[in-house]
């Protein structure tokens, strides 16, 4: 169905980059936003509310496992 042989030229190196860029990019991201926007129409400010907190959680446990394998 999905033909990538034009990927063949491509070095491993290159691919994890890539894709280590893709879990990175969204976390950058998540951490740049303002926290009155983090918080916007939750009832209260509690800590486990934090997107930056979770974002850099699940990145640093995602990139973790995509290096070890």
């Known amino acids: 169905m999905f033909n990538f042989n034009w990927l063949n030229g491509v070095s491993v ?7 280590l860029l893709a879990f ?6 998540a951490l740049t936003m303002k926290k009155r926007y983090i918080y916007q ?3 209260d400010g509690a800590r486990w ?3 930056k907190i979770w974002v ?3 990145v640093v ?9």
Do not use: D, E, H, S
Not at 13 to 19: E, L, N, R
Not at 24 to 29: E, H, N, Q, R, S
């Open 13 to 19: 190196a290159w691919g994890k980059f890539f894709t």
């Open 49 to 51: 509310r934090n997107l």
């Open 61 to 69: 446990i995602q990139v973790a496992i995509y290096l070890y394998f």
């Open 24 to 29: 990175i990019a969204p976390m950058i991201f």
């Open 56 to 58: 850099l959680a699940i």
């Open 41 to 43: 129409g939750a009832p």
